[in-house]
């Protein structure tokens, strides 16, 4: 898979990794306004906060898979294994796929998960409903503070 294309907008592709979580934290922003009760605002504030630190871990995602991805000069070897590594969250494949089209290779990245079965709605973590939730895991939480990557 080294189809590699041209795209002259290639700066920005950074803000198509990170939206996700931006868009949700501005929506819990405004969440915190609706309701009058003290707590409720907290909550939503606190959501805000938590998905700002994931988007700033989205970010650092995005730059070393980029990194990955130029150094391979295509989706192979490392930069192969890490976009796998990057698939569990849809957050985490935004970024990944985002990485791909800023170097070039957006129809092998987007062909990848489309192989993989991943669809625009699935929006939870992979197992996010069973007993083996990564919301229980450390290491999700970790992930998503940007404390490991």
Same mark, same amino acid.
């Given at each position: 898979?080294?189809?590699?294309?041209?795209?002259?907008?290639?700066?920005?592709?950074?803000?198509?990794?990170?939206?996700?979580?931006?868009?949700?934290?501005?929506?819990?922003?405004?969440?915190?306004?609706?309701?009058?009760?003290?707590?409720? %605002?907290?909550?939503?504030l606190g959501g805000a906060s938590l998905l700002?630190?994931?988007?700033?871990?989205?970010?650092?995602?995005?730059?070393?898979?980029?990194?990955?991805?130029?150094? /391979?000069?295509?989706?192979?070897?490392?930069?192969? /294994?890490?976009?796998?590594?990057?698939? &569990?969250?849809?957050?985490?494949?935004?970024?990944?796929?985002?990485?791909?089209?800023?170097?070039?290779?957006? /129809?092998?990245?987007?062909?990848?998960?489309?192989?993989?079965?991943?669809?625009?709605?699935?929006?939870?973590?992979?197992?996010?409903?069973?007993? %083996? &939730?990564?919301?229980?895991?450390?290491?999700?939480?970790?992930?998503?503070? %940007?404390?490991?990557?």
């Open positions: 898979m080294q189809t590699q294309t041209t795209d002259p907008a290639r700066h920005i592709w950074f803000l198509r990794a990170t939206w996700p979580p931006l868009v949700l934290a501005v929506c819990c922003a405004l969440l915190s306004l609706v309701h009058a009760q003290l707590w409720w %605002g907290l909550v939503c700002c630190f994931d988007s700033v871990a989205r970010h650092r995602e995005f730059r070393a898979l980029r990194h990955s991805v130029r150094v /391979a000069k295509g989706l192979t070897g490392e930069a192969l /294994a890490r976009f796998r590594a990057a698939r &569990s969250t849809w957050c985490s494949r935004r970024a990944a796929i985002a990485a791909a089209h800023a170097e070039g290779f957006g /129809a092998d990245a987007r062909a990848l998960v489309d192989g993989w079965g991943y669809k625009p709605w699935h929006v939870f973590p992979d197992r996010a409903f069973t007993f %083996g &939730s990564p919301f229980f895991k450390p290491a999700f939480w970790q992930s998503v503070l %940007g404390l490991r990557r």
